[in-house]
T-cell receptor, first 110, second 121 residues
Framework: QSVLTQPASMSGSPGQAITISCTGT?????????VSWYQQHPGKVPKLILY???VRPSGVSNRFSGSKSGNTASLTISGLQAEDEADYYC???????????FGTGTEVSV | QVQLVQSGAEMRKPGASVKVSCKAS????????IHWVRQAPGQGLEWMGR????????NHALKFQGRLTMTRDTSISTAYMELNRLTSDDTAVYYC??????????????WGRGTLMTVSS
């Protein structure tokens, strides 16, 4: 089963910005805007923080932003805060028989 | 209150089956697809499949074909996920999650709290 590729870990200092990449194919990210990002703190339930590539659900901090270029989606966390320490997963619909894929996940340290 | 409430932790022996429930409340159950996602200890998220509560139609991830059954009971707004021929590799937290919007979305804004399923002899 194919997955979307993310860096395993990233780190930054408080106040800095980091950008997490999520690389797929022309059958998923490259062709559809059903790209979303989830934040998961240890032992907690995943939380939707971006959908449709760049839309923030109500209540999600505007420090989270998203974009897409070709087959790669990106999540930028600006003004890093300690509470941003978590795992982040991208996901996308796929037009292949796979149907849907999550990213490999990125552990963010602040 | 809009929520998905899952059944409690389960323990099974290899070769057995398990059925996990996911009860929806606070919204129209039939209007939103329910997906099942699992997470093995220390691992990432893995999509298993989805069910259309209105029609009962399902889609499965390829690796679960033939082993995964998703059903629903609209009278009690509950979705079910049954996995059979369990192995230790199926030890994971199983989540149900709802599509962000009615229709066709593939983005999940509402999650259950998860059901830990342990497979051990």
């Amino acid at each position: 089963q194919s997955v979307l590729t993310q860096p395993a870990s990233m780190s930054g200092s408080p106040g800095q910005a980091i950008t997490i990449s999520c690389t797929g194919t022309s059958s998923d990210i490259g062709d559809y805007n059903y790209v979303s990002w989830y934040q998961q703190h240890p032992g907690k339930v995943p939380k939707l923080i971006l959908y449709d590539v760049s839309v923030r659900p109500s209540g999600v901090s505007n420090r989270f932003s998203g974009s897409k270029s070709g087959n790669t989606a990106s999540l930028t966390i600006s003004g890093l805060q300690a509470e941003d320490e978590a795992d982040y997963y991208c996901s996308s619909y796929s037009s292949t028989s796979t149907l849907f894929v999550f990213g490999t996940g990125t552990e963010v340290s602040v | 209150q809009v929520q998905l409430v899952q059944s409690g932790a389960e323990m099974r022996k290899p070769g057995a089956s398990v059925k996990v429930s996911c009860k929806a409340s606070g919204y129209s159950f039939s209007d939103y697809f329910i997906h099942w996602v699992r997470q093995a200890p220390g691992q990432g998220l893995e999509w298993m499949g989805r069910i259309n509560p209105r029609s009962g139609g399902t889609n499965h991830a390829l690796k679960f074909q033939g082993r995964l059954t998703m059903t629903r009971d609209t009278s009690i707004s509950t979705a079910y996920m049954e996995l059979n021929r369990l192995t230790s590799d199926d030890t994971a937290v199983y989540y149900c999650a709802r599509d962000l919007s009615s229709g066709w979305d593939w983005q999940f804004d509402l999650w259950g709290r998860g059901t830990l399923m342990t497979v051990s002899s």
